[in-house]
């Protein structure tokens, strides 16, 4: 959850604090510097400031910032990461920039499949959206995948009687 990314783009192994000391990835043997550990934990503090000032409410530019930064430093499944990457999505919605969101939304299927597991209303609602967008962008094919996926999961998380089942999700099945 804290992991860095390894220093080599070609390896997904999660660097972790014994690592970092032995100055070694554990899967690829690159090299971890002195410069690499603190440049992650400079990140980390500046992500840490960011996150806490957008508590209540997400600046998209502050977001982007901090994903810039994080980019091979932070592992995939660094919650830090997750967590921007999260508020970077909700803000684009809200800004109304869909390929932004797009993007940022398919970078946080698996995580949230990873930390949520597949039938979380969470991870349910992450495909809605996703599937919403790409209906928007009209990319229906991955589109409604994507609004496949949440069925499945927000009919057990949600029920088919919930509003957002009957209201949101089910027109998006419907032929056009």
Same mark, same amino acid.
């Given at each position: 959850?804290?992991?860095?990314?390894?220093?080599?783009?070609?390896?997904?192994?999660?660097?972790?604090?014994?690592?970092?000391?032995?100055?070694?990835?554990?899967?690829?043997?690159?090299?971890?510097?002195?410069?690499?550990?603190?440049?992650?934990?400079?990140?980390?503090?500046?992500?840490?400031?960011?996150?806490?000032?957008? @508590?209540?409410?997400?600046?998209?530019?502050?977001?982007?910032?901090?994903?810039?930064?994080?980019?091979?430093?932070?592992?995939?499944?660094?919650?830090?990461?997750? @967590?921007?990457?999260?508020?970077?999505?909700?803000?684009?919605?809200?800004?109304?920039?869909?390929?932004?969101? @797009?993007?940022?939304?398919?970078?946080?299927?698996?995580?949230?499949?990873?930390?949520?597991?597949?039938?979380?209303?969470?991870?349910?609602?992450?495909?809605?959206?996703?599937?919403?967008?790409?209906?928007?962008?009209?990319?229906?094919?991955?589109?409604?995948?994507?609004?496949?996926?949440?069925?499945?999961?927000?009919?057990?998380?949600?029920?088919?009687?919930?509003?957002?089942?009957?209201?949101?999700?089910?027109?998006?099945?419907?032929?056009?």
């Amino acid at each position: 959850m804290a992991a860095a990314a390894c220093p080599n783009s070609a390896c997904d192994n999660p660097i972790v604090g014994c690592e970092f000391e032995a100055g070694r990835c554990s899967k690829c043997e690159e090299e971890i510097t002195n410069e690499f550990h603190q440049k992650f934990q400079e990140v980390i503090e500046l992500t840490d400031l960011h996150l806490q000032n957008m @508590k209540d409410l997400a600046y998209l530019d502050a977001c982007q910032i901090c994903l810039e930064k994080q980019k091979g430093l932070f592992h995939k499944f660094n919650i830090k990461y997750v @967590k921007t990457l999260d508020l970077a999505f909700e803000s684009s919605i809200d800004f109304g920039k869909f390929e932004d969101a @797009k993007k940022f939304g398919f970078h946080l299927i698996e995580p949230f499949h990873k930390y949520y597991g597949k039938f979380h209303p969470l991870t349910g609602l992450l495909h809605l959206k996703l599937g919403k967008i790409l209906s928007y962008l009209e990319d229906t094919n991955e589109g409604r995948n994507q609004v496949k996926l949440a069925y499945e999961i927000l009919k057990v998380t949600h029920g088919v009687q919930s509003e957002i089942f009957r209201e949101q999700l089910m027109p998006l099945l419907r032929p056009n």
